[in-house]
T-cell receptor, first 114, second 119 residues
Framework: DGGITQSPKYLFRKEGQNVTLSCEQNLNHDAMYWYRQDPGQGLRLIYYSQIVNDFQKGDIAEGYSVSREKKESFPLTVTSAQKNPTAFYLC?????????????FGPGTRLTVL | AQSVTQLDSQVPVFEEAPVELRCNYSSSVSVYLFWYVQYPNQGLQLLLKYLSGSTLVKGINGFEAEFNKSQTSFHLRKPSVHISDTAEYFCAVSIPANAGGTSYGKLTFGQGTILTVHP
């Protein structure tokens, strides 16, 4: 079954700790994205990567970091510098080429800072 | 830069009634348009998309949307809703490659509309 997996589904963190969220896809997509979702605010782009070993900041990158060492994987680290990290995090991927069309989404990780 | 406004944060409706979820966008270049649905504690699923051609787009689960360039709108409609349509719906835009620059491939989302279908 092709798709995007995110783990864990729920994650709890103490203030001051870094935490890494996993995103893996087997769709052979070149582009991958990380979004943050808060109630009433839609989805906001954190980071995106159009190709392995390259990534760009999105609209709300402060306090987050990413890596793209493999085509299939795009982990997101929420650092202690992120002032309000409690949110629902969604990973997505899309095909490359001259037209990037539909983004496919994973099931999400809900992060709660205690 | 582009932006998306979903005009209703919540839409309550009775089962088997028609529904329209409104979406307006702003962009200095042409756009692609999308509607996604999200069930509680899940990811987003694509309902339909407009890339070019016919302005009336049909999607999954009986939904359709009409692209209106003059009014910069992309409203989502269903003639008869079911209880199972209860979910949050998101409108989104992206920029085509020939207008891309650094915005190419990125989605900009509206704030979401929660559709609640009552029996």
């Amino acid at each position: 079954d092709g798709g995007i997996t995110q783990s864990p589904k729920y994650l709890f963190r103490k203030e001051g700790q870094n935490v890494t969220l996993s995103c893996e896809q087997n769709l052979n997509h070149d582009a991958m994205y990380w979004y943050r979702q808060d109630p009433g605010q839609g989805l906001r782009l954190i980071y995106y990567s159009q190709i392995v070993n390259d990534f760009q900041k999105g609209d709300i990158a402060e306090g987050y970091s990413v890596s793209r060492e493999k085509k299939e994987s795009f982990p997101l680290t929420v650092t202690s510098a992120q002032k309000n990290p409690t949110a629902f995090y969604l990973c997505a991927s899309s095909s490359s080429g001259t037209i990037k069309l539909t983004q496919f989404f994973g099931p999400g990780t809900r992060l709660t800072v205690l | 830069a582009q932006s998306v406004t979903q005009l209703d944060s919540q839409v309550p409706v009775f089962e088997e009634a028609p529904v329209e979820l409104r979406c307006n966008y702003s962009s200095s270049v042409s756009v692609y348009l999308f509607w996604y649905v999200q069930y509680p504690n899940q990811g987003l699923q694509l309902l339909l998309k407009y890339l070019s051609g016919s302005t009336l787009v049909k999607g999954i689960n009986g939904f359709e949307a009409e692209f209106n360039k003059s009014q910069t709108s992309f409203h989502l409609r269903k003639p008869s809703v079911h209880i199972s349509d209860t979910a949050e719906y998101f409108c989104a835009v992206s920029i085509p490659a020939n207008a891309g620059g650094t915005s190419y491939g990125k989605l900009t989302f509206g704030q979401g509309t929660i559709l609640t279908v009552h029996p």
